[in-house]
Every structure is written in C-alpha cells, then in structure tokens.
C-alpha cells in the first residue's frame, strides 16, 4: 500500500507517477476513483460548516457542527446522500432539502413512488460569525437561515489527472468510457476503469442487447462487482487458452431513508410504466419500473426477498413480465430456471 496521490500515467511506457514524484511501473493497471464535487457558487468555497460527505471524517465534522441539536440545516441535493442525511439529522433539528426535482429521488424512483425544493443560488456568511455559513440563497429569492449545510449534490469522477492524457479523452462528466470487461479498449486491454468513474455497457432488461446501453452507477455492489469482474479478467488473460469472458451483473442498491429501501436493475434505457403491488400506504411494497412489458428495475420498501429474487431473475432473463405480475404470478415463487421456456 502506497499513501500517495496518482498525478499522471503514461500509458506508452506504462508507468504511474504520484505527487511525491515517485513512479510506478505496471502490467496491468485499475483505475478506481471517485469525489464528490464542490458547488461552483459564490460562498460554497470559502465559508466553514459546508460539508461534503465522503469519509467518516466529513461525518464527524457534520455532527460536531450539528453539537446539542436544534440546528437549521440545509441539505443541497435530495437524491441519496441528501435523502439519508436529512433522515438521519431530522430529529431535534430543522432540517431543509434543496434539488431542482419535483420529487426527492424522482431522478431514480419516479413522481409516483415518492411524494418541493429550487435552485441553489449562493451561500452568505452569519452574521454573528462571518467565516461560517449564515443563509442559503435561492435563485426565486428564498433565503434560508442555516447553521450548516450538507453537499449531497453527487460526485464527480476524480479523473483530473487524466485530463490532458493524449491516450485516452475522457466522457463529458469526467468518466471513463470502457467495453464489458471494465477495459480501456484502446489501451490494448491492459488498463481498466471501475466503481464511480466507470461508464460501461449495461446489458439488462430494457438495455440495448447488442451494444449495450452505457450506464456510471454510484453504488457499492457495481463498484465491487466491476472489481471483481476485472479481477477474473486478469487472472484469466495469464492462461491464453482461455479468453476472459465478461460475466454481466444486475446492479443492486441498498438505502437506508427511515424505511429501508432496495433496488434492483437500471432505468437508463427508459420506463414507460409503473407497477406498484403490496401496501404502499403502509409503506410496504414492491414497484416495478416497466418498458412496454419488460420489468426493467424493481423498488422495494420492507419486501426485501422480492428484491434479490428478482436481480436473480433478471440476471438469468427469466423475470416474468409485466402482465404476467398484473395477472398475480408471484417473482417469490417462479423457478429461475426454465420459466421462460414454460410461458
Ligand atoms: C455518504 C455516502 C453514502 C453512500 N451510501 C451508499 C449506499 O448506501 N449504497 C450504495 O450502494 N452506495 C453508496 N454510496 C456510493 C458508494 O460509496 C460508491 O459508489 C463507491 O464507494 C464507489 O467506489 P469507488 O471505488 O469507485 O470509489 P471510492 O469509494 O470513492 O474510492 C476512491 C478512492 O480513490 C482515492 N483517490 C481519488 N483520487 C486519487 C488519486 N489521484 N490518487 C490516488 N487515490 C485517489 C480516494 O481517496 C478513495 O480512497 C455512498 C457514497 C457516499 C459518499
């Protein structure tokens, strides 16, 4: 383990130099970075109690400013950090969401599955201390007093150090573009990109089958699972005999926003209909996200098994489809193996 930061790779000779301007000389090399960005707004630089939140450091930082409670919070972004921060510091504080959405999570789980916020304009200084934050402006001229204020406004591929790289051109978010294997194609299959700074080619239900419908999800299993598919790939390049063989996934999220919230699947190749079953005014239920009638991502709140049952489902292309669970077919009691040929 080196504690060093990378500040360029030379993909000719192959070679990683860090900070320290200490070099590196590898085989084969995985790029896995990620940071969350900074509001580019007058005020978010320079005032103290503004908060990231990326390490246990941020959230210590985050409830020591919080102290006895009784703060004026305001969180700037309401999809899952925001979301869980804001459960968390709602009791005994005052706590105000920001996000130009219509519905927090909306961007991920729709209008229909959650139940109102503007633009962020600029952060002042209080009054009484003008190195901290005192207000939140809003472009419709809202002023928010806050004590402090949490950034969950997402992150952003901390790929700087490859900016001026003449081997590679990053994506417009900062993302590295790569095939099935997490490979940089054009880099010979010796350099690999995971978990937050990696776009690849998503092959679940409702992507493009063929090329693949390219996807940079921010969560831990896709992180973990791209590692692990990259591990298998150079382990299996060392036995030429046997080429890798990328092995899809379905990605999997987990969230904790006062009620526990699971998901399965991807939207980015669109949905055009929404399912909900269970009891969703006791909030308990399962939503399913549909193209025409492909299920193509599953929500659910205190149904867990129908969760993991249907990331197996679709793993395997056999969830059934949309008319079939209208029609009472139970994803708890389908066979993963040859319900499709039975239908
Ligand atoms: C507050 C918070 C809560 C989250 N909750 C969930 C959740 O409940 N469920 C979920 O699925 N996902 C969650 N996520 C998302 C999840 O953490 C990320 O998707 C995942 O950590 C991505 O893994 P990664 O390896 O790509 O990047 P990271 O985990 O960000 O690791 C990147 C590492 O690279 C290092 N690094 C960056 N630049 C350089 C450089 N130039 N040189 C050397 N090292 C460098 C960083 O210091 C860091 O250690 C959460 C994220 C945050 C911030």
């Not at 417009?172 to 990109?193: H, I, N, P, Q, Y």
């Not at 591990?231 to 063989?245: D, E, G, M, N, Y």
């Not at 991807?266 to 939503?287: C, H, I, Q, R, Y």
Request: net charge neutral.
């Amino acid at each position: 383990m080196v504690s060093d930061e990378v500040s360029s790779v030379d993909f000719g000779t192959k070679t990683v130099t860090t900070k320290s301007k200490k070099s590196y000389p590898y085989t084969k090399l995985v790029l896995a970075s990620g940071i969350p960005r900074h509001l580019p707004l007058p005020g978010f630089q320079d005032l103290s109690n503004i908060f990231l939140l990326r390490f246990v450091t941020d959230s210590r930082a985050i409830m020591a400013a919080v102290g006895e409670k009784n703060k004026k919070v305001v969180i700037v972004g309401s999809s899952f950090i925001g979301m869980e921060v804001g459960t968390a510091l709602s009791r005994g504080n005052d706590v105000t969401i920001i996000d130009p959405l219509k519905a927090p999570l909306e961007r991920v789980l729709g209008e229909e599955v959650v139940q109102d916020v503007a633009t962020v304009d600029k952060a002042t200084p209080s009054p009484s201390d003008p190195s901290k934050v005192g207000a939140v402006h809003l472009k419709d001229g809202t002023v928010l007093p806050a004590d402090l204020v949490v950034l969950g406004v997402g992150v952003r591929p901390a790929t700087d150090f490859l900016k001026d790289n003449p081997a590679i051109s990053l994506e417009t978010d900062g993302s590295l573009k790569t095939d099935e294997s997490f490979a940089l194609s054009r880099l010979g299959g010796d350099v690999f990109a995971i978990g937050d700074i990696a776009t690849y080619p998503y092959h679940g239900p409702g992507s493009d089958h063929q090329k693949g419908t390219y996807v940079r999800i921010e969560h831990w299993d896709v992180a973990q699972n791209a590692g692990r598919r990259v591990a298998h790939t150079i382990v299996r390049s060392l036995a030429p005999s046997q080429p890798p063989k990328p092995k899809s996934f379905i990605p999997i999220f987990l969230s904790a926003l006062g009620v526990q919230l699971r998901y399965c699947g991807n939207t980015a190749g669109g949905w055009d209909s929404l399912l909900l079953k269970g009891e969703p005014v006791n909030v308990k239920f399962a939503a399913y996200y549909c193209k025409g009638q492909t299920v193509v991502a599953v929500a659910t709140v205190s149904m867990d098994p129908i969760m993991a049952k249907s990331a197996v489902l679709m793993h395997r292309g056999d969830m059934p489809s949309k008319k079939e669970i209208e029609d009472g077919v139970d994803v708890l009691a389908v066979l993963a193996v040859g319900w499709s040929k039975n239908k």
